[in-house]
């Protein structure tokens, strides 16, 4: 199964308005990155949070990091149309001596103008 | 500095077809890693190679594979083909693949399986 779960699997906010989103994950890590897909088109990255930090803010993008409930939150502030776009957690962990990239199952953000 | 690129973007094939990918990552990336993408299955590893070496390895069946070039290049190539491939086919490139670096994906190349 995958290591990351988000939740909300879906989110329709007013413009304007804040926007959180949670992800889950099952075991310890080194890094939770956060990325962006626009309609089945590729991702991009938009914030990286190592194990030892708690938060980490990127203009208008608050993540946070408990490591100890295996969960991280995005929150979008003063939501814009152009946030409306699926919104994906990816966690990377040691295994057999390589590191393995696991992405979360989305979230997809409706902002309405 | 150009992206990552993949083509074809789109690509319609018949079952037990092999169909070929190619990406091209960023200029300096030395890692470059491949998903599937699906609305059942979401976003999952494929495998991921460094200086021509396949280094990780996700759990798909071995009509999977891919290979990279000196100039770190990489092709995916699925062969025998069924219907449950059809899927967005994501590469991401990084410097070196290690941890604590950001993946710079291409825009994906669409397959169709008839």
């Known amino acids: 199964s995958q290591q990351g779960e988000e939740d909300p699997q879906a989110l329709s906010i007013q413009e304007g308005e804040n926007a959180t989103m949670n992800c889950s994950y099952k075991?310890?890590?080194?890094?939770l990155q956060w990325y962006r897909q626009n309609s089945g088109r590729g991702l991009v990255h938009l914030i990286l949070?190592?194990?030892?930090?708690r938060e980490k803010h990127s203009g208008r993008l608050r993540v946070t990091l408990d490591t100890s409930k295996k969960s991280s939150s995005l929150l979008i502030t003063a939501s814009r149309a152009a946030d409306t776009a699926s919104y994906f957690c990816?966690?990377?962990?040691?295994?057999?001596?390589?590191?393995?990239?696991?992405f979360g199952t989305g979230t997809r953000l409706k902002v309405l103008a | 500095k150009a992206g990552v690129t993949q083509t074809p973007r789109y690509l319609i094939k018949t079952r037990g077809q092999q169909v070929t990918l190619s990406c091209s990552p960023i200029?300096?990336?030395?890692?470059v890693s491949w998903y599937q993408q699906t609305p059942g299955q979401g976003l999952q590893f494929l495998f991921e190679?460094?200086?021509?070496?396949?280094?990780n390895k996700g759990n798909f069946p071995g009509r999977f594979s891919g290979r990279q070039f000196s100039n770190s290049r990489s092709e995916m190539n699925v062969s025998t083909l069924e219907l449950g491939d059809s899927a967005l086919y994501l590469c991401?490139?990084?410097?070196?693949?290690?941890?604590?670096?950001?993946?710079?994906f291409g825009p994906g190349t669409r397959l169709l399986v008839l």
């Open positions: 075991t310890s890590i080194n890094n």
């Open positions: 991401a490139s990084s410097l070196d693949g290690g941890t604590v670096e950001t993946q710079y």
């Open positions: 190679y460094f200086s021509e070496t396949q280094r």
């Open positions: 990816a966690t990377d962990f040691l295994t057999s001596g390589t590191y393995k990239y696991i």
């Open positions: 949070i190592r194990s030892n930090e």
């Open positions: 200029s300096g990336h030395r890692s």
